[in-house]
């Protein structure tokens, strides 16, 4: 419930941050079955909303280890089912650490082998960190390990990794658009090598398809479903306007704040999509005890935050598709 809920949150927010998210070859996504999904990293935790977004099946995502000595996004990640690993650099640079631990993702892959074990999918980043390039980074080989030990130790079959290559027209401007490229799946019980650097090659190969050189796809035709007109689509028109009237001042403000408190490039869109986020929830909050206080009735409030939601749902994606 909670997942669902923040997906549908995040899902208006970028859509609100970029002017459009044009995918290419969707069909390419497996519906059911264990899944990694290998994404190359450019824009910080944007990358991970953006994936869970265009791929309906519930994603597992998986974080730096780090990020959870905030208490509240520990919390977060609990009650979504982020998993933390523990980057080599976060290690080497710990005070206390004189030397590398190699078990201290155990629990981390078991999590991971679980979800797999279940028919899950789960998000990694194999280059391992963020960054600026617009070139794929050598990759870490942690996601061929796990997959060949969902294979070979734990006997899971129908293991597929997906490369995803993320392409943005300009990550750090509001109003861009971004590029989501779904490559073709390296499947498991075909692939005959047990060795974790020739599967990463393979894994790098078919993610540098789908990512290094690659131009923003060219926007789909979007037509609304038949039973979307002519009633449907004059009240649809209608909430969208509404939509963009009531959060027009909220975005602008956390869009503003977000650039000109941002450092890099992974800044702005992700304090634009959190600043603006808690604006938002502070407008319908202030407006639910403005109707409540007019009104004396708390049905007619929540009936305001409702079409709130709704016009913010249907202004991000009036004139275009929905993630199926």
């Known amino acids: 419930m909670i997942y669902h809920l923040l997906r549908w949150i995040s899902g208006i927010a970028i859509n609100w941050f970029y002017r459009d998210i044009r995918v290419t070859n969707y069909e390419a996504i497996p519906n059911s079955g264990p899944l990694l999904i290998a994404v190359n990293h450019q824009n ?163 993610l540098k398809t789908v990512s290094d050189g690659r131009q923003i796809p060219e926007r789909e035709t979007f037509t609304p479903p038949a039973h979307h007109r002519p009633v449907a689509s004059f009240f649809i028109r209608a909430a969208a306007a509404w939509g963009r009237h009531t959060h027009e001042l909220p975005i602008r403000l956390a869009r503003r704040l977000a650039v000109k408190r941002s450092l890099d490039a992974d800044q702005p869109a992700m304090r634009t999509i959190l600043l603006g986020t808690g604006l938002v929830l502070l407008t319908y909050l202030a407006s639910f005890a403005i109707v409540e206080a007019v009104t004396h009735s708390i049905w007619f409030s929540a009936l305001c935050i409702t079409s709130l939601a709704l016009g913010a749902y249907w202004a991000a994606f009036e004139n275009r598709p929905r993630s199926r």
């Open 44 to 206: 910080a935790l944007v990358d991970s909303l953006i994936t869970g977004w265009v791929i309906s099946r519930r994603v597992t995502m998986t974080a730096k280890a780090t990020l959870v000595r905030n208490p509240f996004v520990a919390l977060l990640f609990r009650a979504v089912g982020v998993v933390p690993l523990r980057r080599a650099s976060d290690e080497v640079t710990r005070a206390d650490a004189n030397h590398l631990d190699r078990s201290r993702n155990n629990e981390a892959f078991t999590d991971i082998l679980d979800v797999l074990e279940t028919g899950g999918a789960v998000l990694i980043f194999p280059e391992g960190k963020s960054h600026n390039e617009t070139r794929l980074e050598p990759l870490k080989t942690g996601l061929a390990r796990l997959a060949l030990c969902a294979r070979d130790s734990r006997g899971i079959s129908g293991v597929r990794i997906l490369p995803v290559g993320l392409v943005f027209e300009d990550k750090a401007e509001p109003g861009s658009v971004v590029g989501v490229n779904i490559g073709e799946s390296i499947e498991l019980d075909f692939w005959s090598g047990a060795d974790a650097g020739g599967l990463t090659a393979e894994i790098a190969q078919r």
